[in-house]
């Protein structure tokens, strides 16, 4: 299998335009993670997701923040309108409950810059 | 927040002495797990131990787990300049078993092996 693949690895966007990340998780997982990891927070759980239904959006940070499932192959994730402070690095994960659902799968990243 | 701390946040030893992370945590778990992250990449599962296991060992790794203190520490034995990462501890606190829901990770360890 590929992993999870993620993208795009890295984008600089200004301040105001929109960002979709995209996600593709490994095949047959049924659970899907969405973290945010900067210096100052550290790894931040953002969404997850369980057979594409969102479970706990408790770690969105505000209402620019979305983010979707639409079958269990991909995820995206927005930002409109992207801020400074959106800069930092996304990571989307994969676990399958078959395993007891205890190891967590990552991407590579997507390095967003927002200037 | 149910989110791990590890300590120290930054090791700097030499290749072939062992290095000694700790994470600390602040509620009941299920299991905790060390994942390992190289510069400018994802997350990699090393080792899981169950909140009724004390100790286990994977390789150069030794992981031990004291729930009535909360705490866990991961052990790197004969160290190699590849050991070079940051090493993050995460916790499942959920209260139903192998749901493999949401982890919350520490902060991390910056080990650096000095050739």
């Known amino acids: 299998d590929a992993g999870v693949i993620q993208s795009p690895r890295h984008e600089v966007t200004e301040m105001g335009q929109e960002v979709t990340l995209r996600c593709k998780p490994i095949?047959?997982?049924?659970?899907l993670f969405w973290y945010r990891q900067t210096m100052m927070r550290g790894l931040e759980l953002l969404i997850y997701?369980?057979?594409?239904?969102?479970?706990?959006d408790s770690g969105m940070p505000e209402d620019r923040f979305s983010a979707k499932m639409p079958n269990a192959s991909f995820s995206t994730l927005k930002i409109q309108p992207s801020e400074p402070r959106d800069s930092a690095v996304y990571f989307c994960?994969?676990?399958?409950?078959?395993?007891?659902?205890?190891?967590?799968?990552f991407g590579e990243g997507s390095w967003l810059t927002v200037v | 927040s149910q989110q791990g701390e590890e300590d120290p946040q930054a090791l700097s030893i030499q290749e072939g002495e062992n290095a000694t992370m700790n994470c600390s945590y602040k509620?009941?778990?299920?299991?905790l797990q060390w994942y390992r992250q190289n510069s400018g990449r994802g997350l990699v599962h090393l080792i899981l131990?169950?909140?009724?296991?004390r100790e286990k060992h994977s390789g150069r790794l030794r992981v031990t787990l004291d729930t009535s203190k909360k705490s866990s520490s991961l052990l790197i034995t004969a160290s190699r300049a590849a050991d070079t990462a940051s090493y993050f501890c995460?916790?499942?606190?959920?209260?139903?078993?192998?749901?493999?829901?949401?982890?919350?990770f520490g902060t991390g360890t910056s080990l650096t092996v000095i050739p």
């Open positions: 994960a994969s676990s399958w409950t078959g395993n007891g659902g205890n190891t967590i799968y």
């Open positions: 095949s047959g997982h049924d659970y």
């Open positions: 997701f369980n057979n594409n239904v969102p479970i706990d």
């Open positions: 509620t009941s778990i299920n299991n």
């Open positions: 131990i169950r909140s009724n296991e």
């Open positions: 995460a916790t499942d606190s959920s209260p139903l078993a192998n749901t493999g829901n949401q982890f919350y």
